[in-house]
């Protein structure tokens, strides 16, 4: 089965950023809707950035302005950068379909904003 992996977190100030990496190998990856979902400490894992195959995206309320999600067919690769980050962002991230069920959630990658 098709298995995302996810790289890029860290620790970083509030203010800072970063950009995760998502991959997802086997070429069913152009025709997906893909997303970050992200599972913050004692919270349900929550969508918070989609992209569709031809790059329209949609993002939930708390990281509007904030994230950018992009896409890179040829690579197998979807990203997720992340400006101005607040210590409530600070949660285990991944990427998957949307909806999911198609490939297999990865470990994802923590991202801790400290205050």
Known sequence: QVQAVESGGGLVQVGGSLRVSCTASGTIFSSFVMGWYRRAPGKQRELV??????????????????FTIARDNAKNTVYLQMDSLEPE?????????????????????QVTVSS
Do not use: E, H, L, M
């Not at 950035?49 to 904030?66: E, L």
């Not at 962002?89 to 990658?109: E, K, L």
């Open 49 to 66: 950035a989609r992209i569709t195959s031809d790059g329209a995206t949609t993002y939930a309320d708390s990281v509007k302005g904030r």
């Open 89 to 109: 962002d600070t949660a285990v991230y991944y990427c998957n379909t949307v909806p999911t069920g198609f490939i297999a959630w990865g470990q994802g990658t």
